[in-house]
T-cell receptor
Framework: AQSVTQLGSHVSVSEGALVLLRCNYSSSVPPYLFWYVQYPNQGLQLLLKYTTGATLVKGINGFEAEFKKSETSFHLTKPSAHMSDAAEYFCAVSYGGSQGNLIFGKGTKLSVKP | DAGVIQSPRHEVTEMGQEVTLRCKPISGHNSLFWYRQTMMRGLELLIYFNNNVPIDDSGMPEDRFSAKMPNASFSTLKIQPSEPRDSAVYFC??????????????FGPGTRLTVL
């Protein structure tokens, strides 16, 4: 069965430091790829997505992710962390179809130290 | 569009009581998902509907849980009887499925359920 692996349930960075959140999927067929963010006491909201075309995808709040087919990865990065980036981040994949179901990773909680 | 609407936002009930959570998906979306989120188990898919038909309910924990989607604009998740271990945040999400949406799911704000 397809799965999504997020390395590290908790990542801590200093303000201004690089943010790197890792996501790998298990499939020989490239899926659609998503990153969602969940701020405390809120629902999930889409940060960015990859469907086709350019493999480097830019999202909201300065985040970007690169789809690397050879590595089956879709890691999320941000050059300089801000205190407001503290949240939980979920990677998800979809294989299309009319039903729209996503397979979510277990999430990575990002802490940003002043 | 108002987005996915869930009610109530908070529910506190006593063990053994029936709980009904409600969801209104985004107009025009044809798939609806119910998730449960806890500290211990993270985000779990409970059930999803496509065109009002339940497609996969394998995530429903047990027979105490049931979900319905009587029409395209309304769904309920019912727990009867409720137990303290059902305490969690329940999210509803909807998507337009195939097409230009590429299955992006839109989440509601969630219902925080506490069973005493």
């Amino acid at each position: 069965a397809q799965s999504v692996t997020q390395l590290g349930s908790h990542v801590s960075v200093s303000e201004g430091a690089l943010v790197l959140l890792r996501c790998n999927y298990s499939s020989s067929v490239p899926p659609y790829l998503f990153w969602y963010v969940q701020y405390p006491n809120q629902g999930l909201q889409l940060l960015l997505k990859y469907t086709t075309g350019a493999t480097l995808v830019k999202g909201i709040n300065g985040f970007e992710a690169e789809f690397k087919k050879s590595e089956t990865s879709f890691h999320l990065t941000k050059p300089s962390a801000h205190m407001s980036d503290a949240a939980e981040y979920f990677c998800a994949v979809s294989y299309g179809g009319s039903q729209g179901n996503l397979i979510f990773g277990k999430g990575t909680k990002l802490s940003v130290k002043p | 569009d108002a987005g996915v609407i869930q009610s109530p936002r908070h529910e506190v009930t006593e063990m053994g009581q029936e709980v009904t959570l409600r969801c209104k998906p985004i107009s025009g979306h044809n798939s609806l998902f119910w998730y449960r989120q806890t500290m211990m188990r993270g985000l779990e898919l409970l059930i999803y509907f496509n065109n009002n038909v339940p497609i996969d309910d394998s995530g429903m924990p047990e027979d105490r849980f049931s979900a319905k989607m009587p029409n395209a604009s309304f769904s309920t998740l019912k727990i009867q009887p409720s137990e303290p271990r059902d305490s969690a945040v329940y999210f509803c999400a909807s998507t337009a499925g195939s097409g230009s949406s590429y299955n992006e799911q839109f989440f509601g704000p969630g219902t925080r359920l506490t069973v005493l």
